[in-house]
Structure formats: structure tokens, C-alpha cells
């Protein structure tokens, strides 16, 4: 079996599918992971270019990667999962629900609705992100294993960067840090970005956003009026990135949308081969 991206696998369960956005890693989701790999068969790739994942042999475009999903799902003999993904994972979740790849989606500070001018900021925002941590790559580590490095490295993301834990900091260094291809993937994949065919999905979507999220603006809500039957759910006190800001809150959205999905057969992953 031969996969295009990297992927972590574990627990078991209905399949789900975590989907990091751009500049961390699948470990992105750590904080998460000991309950939903209790619960669910989680799949947790890294995107293009980030973490063990190679670049794209294309322009690395929502399609491009979500092609690119599609193909290891195929591989993992996988046609429908449950997806969590945050910024433009949660894009490529609603990229996947219009392709018919999805049994719910939670999609956390999705990104492709925002307008020129917030185009421009949360660019601005991404790119500072890569200029000031490819410098200090090798320090990442040893930031990770102190409340003041992993502040400094998180803030801004993270509404509560002390609160996270070293593998959520070490992501920073396979992603913003390390991440081959960046500055492609930020262009063509979220600042050129927009989304087509929303109207199509079919599947349970709740939409979700913190409410101290400083890079997403005020984008998330306007999905509202493109996905039929989608629900939205502020997070309090959560940043952009808020899986350690508000882990419960965010289980809770993922039992609520896996309820609404029904019923599913149980089909697990078949066994990753390196």
C-alpha cells in the first residue's frame, strides 16, 4: 500500500479524520487525542510538506491536497469518515463534504470566505509565523519544555499557549519552522483560495470558531449561509487554533456531529504500512 502523505493511526471505532491547518503538524491535536482515540479510529495525517509528509508533485491547491486525501483514504480502504479539521484543515474537511467523503465535519476557523483585506492580515500573520521560527528551528525543542517557550512559541494561536503541551510546540518546528513548500502552500491553498460548491454537502456540519481567535476574523460564521443544515458554535475564550484553548467543548462538537450522522458501519483503517 503505497500512501502519498504521512499518517499517525490509533484507537478504534467509526473513523475519524483530524486535519491540521497550516504551519503544525497532525500532533496539533494532542490534547484531543487520548479521548478521541478511545472513542473513534482516529487517522491524523500531516498536510504537504509538514512534518514526515513530502510536497506535493503539483500546485498545492485545496483540490490538489484534498485529491491527494482522497487517494490514501482510497488506499486505507476508507469512503466515508468523520472529520475534525482546524483553519484550512477545516477547509479540506468541507472540501472533502462536497466530494461525498464525509459522514460529519466539525470545521474549526475554516478558512476561503475571508475578504481581501483579512486576506492580506491573515497572511501577514502567516508569513511573520514562518520568518521568525525557521531561525530557531533547533531551539524549538528545548522551548517546548517550559511554560514561557511554549507562551512564546503559541501565542497567537492558542488563547492559553501555556496550557499546551510539548508535542503541540514541537509541531510548530515540522511546520512553520520546517515546513517545505510553505509559502506555496499558503498562497495557492488558503490566500488564493475560494470555495466552490458548499451548497452540495450533504452531511451534519458544525462550524466553530474561538472568540479570541486574532487570525481568522469573523470569516467562520459566513459558511453559514453556503452549507445547508450547518450549524455554528463560538468557543469561549478560545483562540484560532484551540484544541488545548478548549478540548471539551470541542469533544462535545464531535459526539454532536457524529449523533447527527446516524448510525455507521464500523469500518476500521486497514493497517498502515511504512
Known sequence: MTLQLSWDN????????LLHGIGSTH?????????????????????????DSATLPVRPTVAAIADALES???ALGLTRVHVLGNSLGARLALELAVRGRARSVVAIAPSGL??????VYQGAMMGSARALTRPIRPLIGLAARTRLGRTLMLTGLRSAPWLAGEDE?????GGFAGATGFWQLLWWAVLADVPLGLEEIDCPVILAQGTADLIASGQTPRFLALVPGSRFRPLVGAGHAPQSDAPGAILRL????????????HITAAPMVA
Request: aromatic letters at 4%; glycine letters at 10%; zero cysteines.
Open 10 to 17: 490509533a484507537g478504534s471505532g467509526e473513523p475519524l479524520l
Open 27 to 51: 500532533a496539533d491535536f494532542t490534547a484531543l487525542r487520548p479521548r478521541l482515540d478511545a472513542e473513534y479510529d482516529v487517522l491524523a495525517p500531516d498536510l504537504p510538506g509538514h512534518g
Open 72 to 74: 490514501d483514504l482510497d
Open 114 to 119: 475571508n475578504l481581501p483585506a483579512e486576506r
Open 169 to 173: 510546540v514541537r509541531a510548530v518546528r
Open 254 to 265: 464531535v459526539h454532536d456531529a457524529t449523533r447527527a450522522a446516524g448510525p455507521g458501519h
